[in-house]
């Protein structure tokens, strides 16, 4: 298998989108016939935002519903989810919050060997439905292969009420979708790794189709959620039709990693992952303008000051971003050179 490829395609069963879909949740767990001892995995704030909501309905229908807050995605966490789950016999869990409290749900879910379902509360990246986990092992985060959820229930009044930099966010996960393919083609011709056009193609229609809609999505607006939303949903579904995260995680998603390394302070994935598209569609030759003007029309950073790390740290990510992922060809080759990265940030206008 190559890049960490899964052999068959693992896609939620039930999506519900919508206002108010929270209130589906025992409907959910009861088609999905998971039984009534749930674990919520939640975050410090959206324990308050969904978490207790989730287990207050479970509870009002006769489930045995227990929660846990999680602060961080590391191993431990892990660990520790695991613990609360085996100590309350819960038969499945449910990760409510943003992608941290997610990805530790998906990944203990996975371990544990129970199914999982995602109640996102923000729209900041494709991992609420994704079959992978960013998790910290000895300060270093790594995406490892996990279970896609049974479920995914995003609550667009919930998620609308969220801060729009996460939303703005989510934008740019799914815009950098454009450089991603476009490396997934350059590994096909040079290295001849297995390409999927329909992967490819429902990555790139969904990011075309954010970018045709960028002007109308906005603070505050349901309607943004919704679009926002299903473009997260479509790109998971790429990812599981590839059996891997190539279709939505190029150069750009490299170069997001090296950052979360090298700088000490991150912005949000998404964020990142946006300025890296417009970096490496400027490698590629490609219309690195239009995606920074969609970036700015959406209102997600595009500059190192505006995502608030210093100019170093956006040269020295770009200088280790191909070791991250060795095994995965992108435009980044063997690496930059110090000349070629400043040229790059510059010309961009991603470090003045
Ligand atoms: N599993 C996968 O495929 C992927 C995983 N990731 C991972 O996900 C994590 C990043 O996730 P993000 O959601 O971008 O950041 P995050 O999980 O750090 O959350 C950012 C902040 O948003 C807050 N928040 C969430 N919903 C809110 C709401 N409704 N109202 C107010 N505040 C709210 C949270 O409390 C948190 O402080 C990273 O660890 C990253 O590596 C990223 C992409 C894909
Ligand atoms: O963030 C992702 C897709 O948007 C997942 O990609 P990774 O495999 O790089 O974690
Ligand atoms: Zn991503």
């Not at 991992?127 to 667009?156: C, F, H, L, Y």
């Not at 690496?335 to 991603?350: Q, S």
Request: charged share 20%.
């Amino acid at each position: 298998m190559q890049d960490g490829m899964k052999k068959w395609m693992q896609l939620p069963r039930d999506i519900l989108v919508g206002h108010g879909v929270i209130n589906n949740i025992s409907d959910v767990c009861r088609d999905l016939k998971l039984g009534k001892d749930p674990l919520i995995v939640t975050g410090t704030t959206t324990k308050k935002i969904a978490g207790d909501v989730v287990c207050d309905l479970l509870e009002d229908c006769g489930y045995n519903a227990h929660v846990v807050s999680s602060t961080d995605a590391s191993m431990s966490e892990v660990e520790r989810v695991k613990k609360e789950a085996t100590e309350h016999k819960s038969s499945y869990l449910i990760g409510v919050g943003s992608g941290k409290s997610i990805d530790v749900a998906k990944y203990a879910a996975t371990q544990a060997d129970v199914p999982f379902l995602s109640v996102p509360t923000a729209a900041s990246h494709d991992g609420i439905v994704s079959s992978r986990a960013s998790i910290r092992t000895e300060g270093k985060a790594t995406s490892v292969e996990a279970n896609a959820p049974m479920a995914v229930i995003a609550d667009t009044e919930i998620i609308s009420k969220a801060p729009f930099r996460l939303l703005a966010a989510g934008c740019g996960d799914i815009i950098s979708n454009y450089t991603a393919v476009k490396d997934w083609e350059l590994a096909h011709r040079l290295t001849n790794e297995s390409f999927s056009e329909y992967a490819a193609a429902l990555s790139l229609m969904t990011a075309r189709i954010l970018i045709d809609s960028a002007d109308s999505i906005k603070p505050d607006l349901e309607s943004s959620v919704r679009m926002v939303v299903k473009a997260l949903v479509s790109s998971g579904v790429a990812m599981s039709i590839a059996g891997s995260s190539r279709p939505a995680s190029g150069s750009e998603h490299m170069f997001s990693h090296a950052l979360d390394m090298v700088a000490p302070e991150h912005a949000l994935h998404g964020e990142q992952c946006g300025l890296g598209t417009i970096m490496m569609m400027y490698l590629h030759g490609g219309d690195w303008r239009s995606i920074k003007e969609s970036l700015e029309t959406i209102g997600a950073p595009t500059t190192a000051e505006e995502l608030g790390i210093e100019d170093k740290y956006i040269l020295e990510a770009l200088l280790v971003a191909h070791t991250i992922r060795p095994e995965r060809y992108t435009i980044l080759g063997t690496g930059l050179t110090p000349a070629a990265a400043e040229k790059v940030a510059r010309i961009t206008k991603v470090i003045s």
